[in-house]
């Protein structure tokens, strides 16, 4: 049996689940609320303050699904009490981060300004000197979507280390080309 698909999820006080027909679980709590339908083979089961997952039958397919089904319900329990965000970080010289109302603009060596609208649940915080952004929501993959996003419009260059990166990520620099005898 699955090891992380077999262990019950907490539901903490002021947090409420749902179930519907389809596997439809809606989970609210102090921070706002969510929705997500889930595969329809996967037995869920709410048991006082307990949310249980189990599989109708050993199968390949149903063994991948026990466990994503018991994560994806876990991090919206997640989301609705505590939330989840992402650092992003850039590096180089004049490179800035600003808000703008609903949007983020990177100043990161182009000609030009880049900017990229805020979705909808998200919200965004520059830092005081404007090299770190902060991007928050109670979705964990939408948060993580949009922060992906954001480093893919200048990923890090492996010889000078400059562009946006995840806070916590190493980029391990390489060396450049030596002058010859």
Do not use: C, W
């Not at 809606?26 to 089961?45: C, D, E």
């Not at 010289?93 to 600003?98: A, D, F, P």
């Amino acid at each position: 049996m699955s090891r992380i698909g077999r262990l019950p999820i907490e539901i903490p006080a002021g947090v409420t689940v749902t179930l519907a027909d389809n596997n439809v679980v809606t989970v609210k709590g102090p921070l706002g609320t969510l929705t997500r339908t889930l595969h329809p083979t996967m037995k869920i089961a709410i048991e006082g303050n307990h949310v249980i997952v189990s599989r109708p039958n050993d199968t390949k397919e149903n063994k991948a699904l026990h466990g994503l089904t018991r994560v994806l319900i876990n991090n919206m329990v997640v989301g609705v009490t505590k939330g989840f965000s992402k650092t992003l970080v850039v590096n180089g010289v004049g490179y800035r981060i600003s808000v703008e109302g609903k949007k983020v603009v990177f100043n990161v060596g182009f000609s030009h300004n880049v900017p990229v609208e805020i979705p909808a649940g998200i919200t965004a915080k520059v830092s005081e000197n404007a090299l770190e952004l902060t991007v928050s929501g109670i979705d964990k993959e939408l948060v993580g979507q949009f922060a992906a996003n954001l480093r893919d419009i200048k990923r890090p260059d492996p010889y000078h280390i400059y562009g946006i990166r995840y806070k916590d990520e190493v980029i391990v620099k390489k060396v450049g080309k030596t002058a010859g005898k």
